[in-house]
């Protein structure tokens, strides 16, 4: 317990005792560590290019870790507000959610979706409060976000880009807003008629705020309804699981493969799932739209992609995209099939709210928010790559196009004006759409967004909503 | 702010640094506060000073932070912020040569997190944090579970004053913030801190 001495008693001291902090200094992890200091001026000079002298053989090459994120963020200058550092983290998400679903999938490897005449348009992405993109929940997104962030070469000039605009409206507007009404679905009702659907036998439990049925060790099948912004609902079922034959009879051995995936599939590569096919293409989609029906949603609120030969007959895929006044909305779900039903789901229950009408400014003046510290700049990517040129990036490793070798930078010349690259961007074209952001107390809304276009194709996105209709009252 | 170690096999040999300018005093490290004196630009002299008065520093606020796994890479990356120093030497202040390579450290070690991946620089976040209690080597269990309770932001300041040694102008410098912000963010740092820690003690 702490024994606070009492303040202003004499000769103890101005400040009363912080036992806390003491403890914290004394808890210093370097006490008694030492520095070879000679070693480490040996290599500091080294990687730094300058001449050793008398010590080993000076190797010029600059080091490659960490270069790339040091030569950029150090040139900020201290004061720059937080958002232009965001700016290549957003691109990852447009990747994710814009465009034709999977961006390996859009190049016609037997994609089937379910629409038929017009298509939604693509999801518009904004980052939300904490500057984290908001992508769609989808496993493969860490994948495709890599891959068009490579690919992009106007992520390198980070946050130094100048917008101008030609040709947009400077007409106002309304736009239409809306919320998730996650907390009318997140409960035991829900849970236990899902379950009945789903056939998941037991009785809902709460777990950490949760609806949860049937077992939680992977022992059987499993339903959630999770209490977050979207109720998303997940099920699955390890007995239907293709694969299952496998894990049972796989020895529990340690992965050797990197662990930077973090599955720890204990597979062995020989084992390839046996069994009947499970409907593919028109038929999933089909399936898919009356799991969506039997759920108690409606079938027509969401497009329908079935991905293409996975190689696995036994197991299809689909995934959903909500829509929205005809756009895509950035949410989205996704179920596995197999030959006699549903294996595993993910979907986000919440219903979506009106919220009303916001007055949204004109495209001109969301050019000039661009560069606007309140809302930064979104996007930069150039639209998804398609078939080959997505392979290659994929491997690619953002330093430059041709580079194969590392090799020794020149030498600047003295004098020389110092490169300082700067991009400038002539927006072209706009679209008012919505797009999905999180606000601080955790729940989603679609808020009123531009996208903007240059002449390229490249996107970048900003909020819609005028000044007067957003709170800008700072977080803690 | 610690003093540094004495190095008794520390010479100025002016044969092995280019350019024009001499050491300063022989028995005394030149600081690079002198070497400016001197009227010398920030070259290698200036250089090899600020690794020879910094460089423990640097070396210990990444032991500090990368925990009993980390122990090997803390001198490599601390070679990587002076060099980091070497490239940007222009922006380096003088005087106030510490506090930025604290800071550089920060985003060095931020970016070492990502297991040495190139990243674009948009993924290194604004707020760096830089002491993962999972990671910290800490012996004291309390002190441990406290860290752990508080926010990424508020732990970051509570360390460079704690370990670091650093308020002030020297501490504003080191967040990217003004110096009314530091303080402030350090008093509600500890504030916070008094908490947790009452409530561990409950």
């Given amino acids: ?476 | 702010m610690r003093p540094h170690p004495a190095h008794p096999d520390v010479t100025d040999d002016p044969g092995v640094r280019p350019g024009a300018s001499a050491a300063a005093v022989d028995d005394v490290d030149p600081t690079p506060a002198a070497a400016a004196a001197i009227g010398s630009a920030h070259d290698a002299a200036w250089f090899d000073a600020l690794v020879r008065e910094h460089g423990a520093a640097v070396h210990r606020y990444l032991l500090r932070r990368l925990g009993q796994a980390g122990r090997d890479e803390a001198e490599d990356l601390a070679a990587d912020v002076l060099t980091v120093a070497w490239r940007r030497r222009d922006d380096v202040p003088d005087g106030a040569e510490l506090p930025w390579l604290y800071r550089t450290a920060g985003f060095v070690l931020a970016n070492h997190r990502r297991k040495g991946r190139p990243v674009p620089v948009g993924d290194v976040p604004e707020e760096v944090d830089d002491a993962d209690p999972a990671v910290l080597a800490v012996a004291d269990a309390q002190v441990r579970a406290a860290l752990g309770a508080l926010a990424p932001r508020d732990r970051q300041v509570l360390l460079l004053h704690a370990w670091e040694g650093l308020t002030g102008a020297a501490l504003a410098e080191v967040l990217g913030i003004s110096r009314g912000g530091a303080d402030a963010a350090l008093s509600r740092a500890r504030s916070r801190l008094r908490e947790v820690w009452a409530a561990l003690d409950a």
Avoid: H
């Avoid at chain 1, 895929?317 to 895509?328: A, E, F, N, P």
């Fill in chain 1, 1 to 476: 317990m702490t024994d606070r001495t009492p303040t202003g008693t004499p000769g103890e001291g101005a400040a009363p005792r912080d036992e806390a902090f003491d403890r914290l200094r004394a808890a210093d992890p370097s006490a008694g560590a030492t520095t070879d200091l000679d070693r480490l001026a040996t290599t500091a000079r080294e990687r730094a290019g300058l001449d050793a002298g008398a010590a080993t053989a000076p190797d010029g090459a600059p080091g490659a870790d960490g270069e790339l994120a040091e030569v950029r963020v150090l040139g900020a200058p201290r004061r720059r507000p937080a958002r232009w550092l965001q700016i290549a983290a957003a691109v990852a998400g447009v990747a994710i959610i814009g465009g034709g679903g999977y961006a390996l999938g859009a190049s016609g490897d037997g994609t089937t979706s379910g629409t038929t005449a017009d298509a939604a348009a693509p999801a518009i992405a904004l980052q939300d409060s904490s500057g984290q993109e908001m992508a769609a929940s989808d496993s493969s997104a860490g994948g495709a976000a890599k891959m068009a962030t490579d690919r992009a070469g106007s992520w390198w000039y980070g946050g130094r880009t100048v917008f101008t605009q030609q040709g947009l409206s400077s007409e106002a507007g309304t736009g239409t807003a809306w919320g998730f009404d996650a907390a009318s679905v997140v409960n035991a009702e829900t849970a236990a008629r899902l379950a009945q659907v789903l056939g998941v036998p037991g009785e809902p439990r709460s777990e950490y705020g949760s609806w949860v049925v049937g077992s939680s060790d992977g022992s059987g099948a499993n339903l959630t309804v999770s209490a977050d912004a979207l109720a998303s609902l997940s099920y699955y079922d390890p007995a239907r699981d293709p694969w299952a034959s496998c894990y049972a009879s796989a020895v529990d051995t340690p992965t050797t493969e990197d662990d930077t995936a973090g599955s720890t599939e204990p597979a062995p590569a020989e084992c390839t799932p046996s069994g009947a096919a499970a409907p593919a293409g028109d038929a999933a989609v089909a399936q898919a739209r009356d799991v969506v029906a039997d759920l108690g949603l409606d079938p027509d609120a969401w497009e329908y992609e079935a991905q293409g030969d996975t190689g696995t007959p036994q197991a299809s895929y689909v995934t959903l995209w909500q829509v929205v006044d005809g756009q895509r909305t950035g949410v989205s779900g996704n179920v596995t099939f197999v030959s006699d039903g549903v294996q595993s789901l993910y979907l986000p229950l919440a219903p979506l709210v009106d919220l009303g009408t916001y007055d949204v400014v004109s495209a001109v003046e969301a050019v000039q928010r661009l560069s606007d510290p309140r809302f930064g700049a979104s996007g930069g990517v150039m639209p998804l790559l398609k078939g080959p040129v997505a392979a290659e990036a994929a491997s690619a490793e953002p330093v430059g196009p041709e580079s194969t070798e590392p090799t020794v930078p020149p030498t600047p010349t003295a004098g020389a004006a110092i490169a300082w690259p700067v991009q400038q961007v002539t927006l072209v074209s706009s679209r008012l759409g919505v797009a999905l952001t999180s606000l601080p107390d955790g729940s989603s809304v679609l808020v009123p967004s531009y996208e903007l276009a240059d002449a390229d194709g490249s996107t970048w996105s900003v909020v819609a909503v005028v000044d007067d209709q957003l709170d800008f009252s700072p977080v803690g």
